[in-house]
């Protein structure tokens, strides 16, 4: 049978408990009186030697060592006796409750408390004299106090152990609430970067790609007025994004963000880029005048609105492009915008589907309702149109009147 490596401490502990035994045994120094026992002198030695080695134990197989300790200390005391032997029962009755099972820590204190008691009333009958009082004094002292302690200390090093796990379980909640943040705000980093370029950038492709493809300077220049329109307005969207960056970290005051007012000029900017592809704009707004809708439903509807403008010059065959309003506060923003559906000649700029993605995003923050695809055409227009529907829930943030 192979027995675990010791710890060091328990080697040193048993190396002192053993020299520390044999000097007392070599300078006659016993527990226990001559007269009491008949065996000879050295026997006081083989329960020393037990007891030392069972302190290599006491970590790795610590129900054992009490088991055979016991049986040690029980033979002390037909010897002439050690107090060392005692003491490093003792230290293996400690080592029981700290070093074992849940069950030896419930059970030893029990147990050496009833040992206790048993042995003080025991003694208290056949001497008859409140002097037996002592023998369950040390029974104690040797039985149930290292087992009280030990049981003590056990419930210490659970308490900080459990501390321990719940302040490594709140430092894995905190990364992964970090880390969710993150994602977060890297997806409204990247609606935000999409919808202030997106359609700028789209403009600039569609007219630099006819200004390369058709050989006429006053197209050629009108393509030209259109991207150097689109360049300077990306431009100052870019420079609005790294505004709105930095106003996260304190260094500037926050850039204020669009809304529903600024329609009117969206679909304008749309005619302009979309004059060349043959596309006719319309808005048809029909919300309560002077309506204040909560900062991010304007945001949201702006971005939508804008978002589908972009698709409809980048894909939209000719036609009319018409964007529907309506709802206001106490009720829910609702915003339609529909296109020609198919596949138009000329130039075209390629898709990603971001926006779509982005757009859905946006509603989904809300609570809103979204839905994007072809449907059947109205009576005397295209066969197929494209429709982004969204439905922005709108509570309302008004303070009430005092």
């Known amino acids: 049978m192979t027995f675990?490596?010791?710890?060091r401490d328990d080697v040193l502990a048993a190396a002192a408990g053993l020299l520390g035994g044999l000097l007392l045994y070599r300078l006659g120094l016993h527990s226990q009186g001559e007269s009491r026992t008949p065996l000879p002198a050295w026997v006081t030695l083989v329960p020393l030697v037990v007891t030392a080695f069972l302190e290599l134990l006491r970590r790795t197989m610590p129900r054992t060592a009490l088991l055979v300790g016991t049986v040690a200390v029980i033979g002390d005391q037909f010897t002439l006796g050690s107090i060392a032997t005692v003491l490093m029962f003792a230290d293996l009755v400690y080592a029981a409750v700290v070093y074992g099972t849940p069950a030896s820590a419930r059970r030893i204190p029990v147990v050496t408390a009833m040992v206790t008691i048993a042995v003080t009333i025991g003694f208290l009958a056949w001497f008859r004299d409140a002097a037996a009082l002592l023998v369950g004094v040390v029974a104690g002292l040797v039985a149930f106090f290292p087992a009280?302690?030990?049981?003590?200390?056990r419930n210490h090093r659970e308490a900080a152990n459990a501390a321990r796990l719940r302040a490594e379980q709140t430092a894995l909640?905190?990364?992964?609430d970090r880390t969710q943040a993150i994602a977060a705000e890297r997806a409204r980093m990247a609606r935000e970067l999409h919808d202030m370029v997106?359609?700028?950038?789209?403009?600039?492709?569609?007219?630099s790609t006819a200004a390369l493809s058709l050989d006429d300077g006053a197209t050629t220049r009108q393509a030209m007025t259109v991207i150097?329109?689109?360049?300077?307005e990306g431009l100052a969207e870019m420079r609005r994004l790294i505004g709105l960056l930095r106003a996260s970290s304190g260094d500037v005051e926050p850039a204020a963000a669009p809304t529903m007012a600024g329609l009117d000029a969206l679909v304008q900017q749309a005619r302009t880029n979309g004059r060349q592809s043959g596309?006719?704009?319309v808005l048809r707004d029909d919300r309560e005048k002077g309506t204040r809708l909560p900062a991010p439903v304007e945001l949201a509807g702006y971005r939508i609105v804008q978002e589908s403008l972009t698709n409809a010059i980048k894909?939209?065959?000719a036609g009319e492009v018409r964007v529907e309003v309506s709802g206001g506060a106490g009720d829910a923003l609702r915003v339609v915008v529909t296109s020609p559906f198919g596949r138009r000649p000329g130039p075209r700029a390629p898709g990603s589907g971001a926006g779509?993605?982005?757009?859905e995003e946006r509603v989904a923050l809300l609570d809103g309702t979204f839905e994007a695809g072809p449907v059947e055409g109205p009576a005397g227009g295209p066969d197929k149109i494209w429709r982004v529907r969204a439905v922005l829930p709108v509570t309302d943030d008004k303070e009430p009147s005092a």
Do not use: D, Q
């Open 4 to 7: 675990p490596r010791p710890h």
């Open 148 to 153: 009280a302690t030990g049981a003590i200390v």
């Open 173 to 176: 909640l905190a990364e992964m």
């Open 198 to 207: 997106a359609n700028h950038l789209s403009a600039i492709a569609i007219h």
């Open 228 to 232: 150097r329109e689109n360049s300077v």
């Open 279 to 281: 596309l006719r704009f």
């Open 315 to 317: 894909h939209a065959e």
């Open 356 to 359: 779509l993605v982005g757009m």
